[in-house]
């Protein structure tokens, strides 16, 4: 006979982070802190857990979910008082590591990409296909920099300046986080770790980017021996509207379009 509360074995939450980081889901899903933060408060909440497991599966996104993905996290781990592991899959870059930084320590596949530690930005400069298509672009602002690098007129010097102050700013931010959580650890010079590249998981550990290479249910029997229980916490379902009909907008397009550009950028 089965009786569940009274299984005593360990028992570690297993949450997966699937996906790009966005502001917001798109049709494929999509990682922020409106759909992370439910699994999260659940996992840590977890009866008699010993340890949060974070399956990790991102090759970035929005600088500012992930920001407060990793902080949610943090803030849980200290009031719950909870060892957190990353455990890496395919891939824990730019803001998919800026996530995975958030654990105590990092756990990766030899053949996982880690790193990117870095901050893009990228868009088309649409003002010569308007001219061919007769059309007449018409745009008024109140504030001088209110049309800031706007895509249908040539791009201005000064624009190209304020867009990267701002990504200096931010990359400032993501390279703080790493050297708050992982500094003593890591083995590179600052130049060479934070200019973007990327490392796979066997070169990471070496370098300090990850603690030992495994998986969740490995390093989990490692902890915590062979009775260890993982239970898994899953996320919200789609709606079902969504789930029968995933519909081919524009805006859809786009967002395939650009999650298969930020794996690409990793060669995955």
């Not at 973007?196 to 030992?212: C, H, I, K, S, T």
Request: hydrophobic share 45%; proline share 8%; net charge positive.
């Amino acid at each position: 006979m089965n009786l569940p509360f009274l299984d005593r074995r360990p028992r570690v939450a297993l949450v997966r982070l699937q996906g790009t980081i966005t502001p917001r889901p798109g049709i494929g899903g999509g990682l922020n802190l409106a759909s992370v933060a439910p699994q999260l408060d659940r996992a840590f909440g977890l009866k008699r857990a010993v340890a949060v497991f974070l399956v990790i599966n991102s090759p970035g996104g929005s600088p500012v979910q992930s920001s407060l993905i990793a902080g949610h996290i943090r803030r849980l781990a200290t009031e719950k008082k909870l060892p957190v592991i990353a455990c890496v899959e395919d891939a824990a870059a730019s803001g998919g590591y800026w996530i995975a930084c958030a654990a105590d320590e990092i756990v990766t596949d030899p053949a996982s990409i880690l790193g990117s530690i870095g901050v893009i930005a990228a868009g088309f400069g649409f003002q010569g296909a308007l001219e061919k298509l007769g059309v007449e672009r018409r745009l008024r602002t109140a504030g001088t920099e209110k049309s800031f690098w706007d895509p249908f007129r040539p791009e201005r010097p000064e624009d190209a300046a304020r867009l990267e102050g701002l990504l200096e700013e931010l990359h400032a931010e993501f390279r703080n986080w790493v050297t708050e959580r992982r500094g003593p650890k890591l083995k590179l010079p600052p130049g060479e770790a934070f200019t973007g590249r990327f490392w796979p998981g066997r070169r990471a550990v070496e370098l300090g980017l990850a603690d030992r290479l495994g998986d969740a249910a490995g390093e989990a029997r490692r902890r915590f021996g062979e009775k260890v229980r993982l239970v898994p916490i899953g996320g919200p379902r789609p709606p079902l509207l969504r789930r029968l009909l995933p519909g081919f907008s524009a805006e859809a397009v786009l967002a395939v379009a650009e999650e298969r550009a930020a794996w690409a950028r990793l060669g995955l």
